[in-house]
């Protein structure tokens, strides 16, 4: 299980504090601090989890070791061609919107599968997984969405070729308020930014 301080609300100082206390991976949802924080701190994994916007691709993919929230397959095409452009192969992640709540970025679980099919199809992209978030405020329906996610997961997996299905491996899920949630439901990667900054980093400081 890995642990992603999301770092967005702080500045790249506290970031690269964080990173000397021993935490090795970093998210942010906005490109901008991305590449500024992945400059400062280029010695840990920096993991892009916000909106994608089609012009802030080539940026994105400068910086970010994994996408977690790829949604969009035109989004695909331009993170492959970014990504071939650098010589690299992006790793990304596809983001379901399980809950279905009209506020929240992510494809339907319907259609994942095919997201998953088209991305490993792409030469200089990487399919590693799902990621999700759950409506916040309530435990029990939190622990459904990261199931259904989970259960989404295993769907695909069995489905996808041998060697596609090597590295589907992740499930990001979990945040400050129900990471125990997604834990018992089987996550992978748990992203965590107030639970982290606001209560560990800001107390220390008073
Ligand atoms: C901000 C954010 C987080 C962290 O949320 P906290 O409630 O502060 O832990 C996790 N994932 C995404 C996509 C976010 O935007």
Redesign the pocket.
Known sequence: MRLIA?S?TVDAKTAFKAFEEGARDF?E?RPECLCEKALAVPEANWHF??NIQSRRIPDIVGSATLIH?LYKASHADKISSSACARGKTQDVLIEVNVSGEESKGGCCAEDALALVQYCCALPNVRVCGLMT?APQGDAEVAQACFEQLAALKRDIHGKLDYTYAQSFVELSMG???DWREAIRAGSTMV?????IFSEAFEDARV
């Open positions: 999301v967005k998210g949802n989890i916000g929230s978030m945040m400050s308020e992203r965590i930014g107030r639970a």
